[in-house]
């Protein structure tokens, strides 16, 4: 066959389990143009690419809401389940016992989580059950024509709802209260934050909570809303420039000293101003972070970067002891029930 007849294939690249960044999309999304759960939706794709994850190997789930839709536009080889509103926790935790050898990927919104769904996020974080957790955070009910949620920040006001009279609900503290065991903020426009993010909590033994200010185009992107792209531009200021990625993985981001800031234009042309603090800042200090959350809010900055890690406590599945490898719903009758001296034991334990 001569050169000018033969067909060039396309110069794909492979990652090590032999997939490319398509193997990891999903559906085509319905959001609307600009949303930023399309831009978290990118990173989740490119942090699952980049860490060699099998997509087979991955449990989806959400709830109900704009933000309960993303799982479908991405890892669309993925296992996934769309559960009730508020509801995806408890179901989350079921499938982590039905299979605790996937990686779970839960993506809800605030109004999923801290309205219909706060109490189940309160014990899922007492829990810790090993999943990521993203909050596609708003500041309302996009799916229902932009009611406020309880993120939404008192004083705000919307075309259709008036003022905000009510003190906002804070996902970062309300997961320090509760004892999650990785906590970190961040902001749809800041991709790379974003993805180093995903990253570290996929690596995390564990439930990571992650915050993401995600700007809704139709119904609260006012400059004056601090889920708006104009408000994240000027008021956002990242605890520092966290890149925690797995070996052989690392992000670069040139030169950026310690203690500096930096303009970085966004995905949609906009920018925000970045500023690096120093290093001396420690995340597996719980008095540290309840500390730099109380400070961000007095100052009205939106605090990103990972706030708060322990990596000693034990998962749900490292509680109960789970098997190594063998995951429940594989297992046959005989295998999960318990012999008659076990019975004839926990019978002798009543009495």
């Given at each position: 066959m001569s050169d000018t007849t033969e067909t060039a294939m396309p110069n794909?690249?492979?990652?090590?389990?032999?997939?490319?960044?398509?193997?990891?999309?999903?559906?085509?999304?319905?959001?609307?143009?600009?949303?930023?759960?399309?831009?978290?939706?990118?990173?989740?794709?490119?942090?699952?690419?980049?860490?060699?994850?099998?997509?087979?190997?991955?449990?989806k789930l959400s709830g109900i809401g704009c933000s309960s839709k993303s799982p479908a536009y991405f890892l669309n080889r993925s296992f996934g389940f769309n559960s009730l509103h508020g509801r995806m926790p408890s179901v989350a935790t079921g499938a982590m016992f039905?299979?605790?050898?996937?990686?779970?990927?839960?993506?809800?919104?605030?109004?999923?989580?801290?309205?219909?769904?706060?109490g189940q996020f309160k014990h899922i974080m007492r829990r810790n059950a090993p999943m990521v957790y993203i909050v596609e955070n708003n500041g309302v009910y996009g799916l229902t024509k932009g009611q406020f949620s309880a993120t939404a920040e008192m004083g705000l006001r919307l075309k259709y709802q008036g003022i905000n009279h009510y003190f906002p609900v804070d996902v970062v503290q309300e997961a320090m209260a509760s004892g999650a065991t990785f906590v970190a903020r961040s902001f749809a426009g800041d991709a790379n934050q974003v993805k180093a993010l995903i990253k570290a909590g996929l690596s995390h033994n564990?439930?990571?909570?992650?915050d993401i200010i995600s700007p809704c185009v139709t119904f609260n992107n006012n400059d004056d809303s601090r889920h708006s792209y104009g408000w994240g531009r000027e008021h956002q200021e990242p605890l520092h420039?966290?890149?925690?990625?797995?070996?052989?993985?690392?992000?670069?981001?040139?030169?950026?000293?310690?203690?500096?800031?930096r303009q970085v234009e966004m995905h949609d042309g906009s920018t925000i101003v970045l500023k690096k603090l120093d290093r001396d800042y420690d995340p597996t200090s719980r008095a540290a972070a309840m500390r730099v959350i109380e400070e961000s809010q007095d100052e009205e900055v939106l605090l990103t970067g990972l706030i708060y890690v322990d990596t000693e406590r034990p998962s749900l599945t490292d509680i109960y002891e789970l098997p190594q490898g063998r995951a429940l719903n594989r297992m046959t009758d005989t295998e999960l029930r318990p012999g008659k001296d076990m019975i004839e034991k926990a019978n002798a334990m009543m009495f």
């Open positions: 794909i690249q492979l990652n090590l389990v032999g997939l490319s960044k398509n193997d990891y999309r999903g559906a085509q999304t319905t959001l609307c143009a600009g949303c930023g759960h399309n831009s978290i939706s990118n990173q989740i794709i490119a942090a699952a690419y980049e860490l060699n994850i099998v997509p087979e190997d991955v449990i039905g299979d605790h050898t996937l990686k779970a990927l839960a993506v809800s919104g605030d109004g999923d989580t801290t309205n219909i769904g706060m564990g439930l990571a909570i992650i420039d966290f890149t925690y990625v797995p070996r052989e993985q690392e992000i670069q981001l040139g030169e950026f000293p310690e203690g500096t800031t």
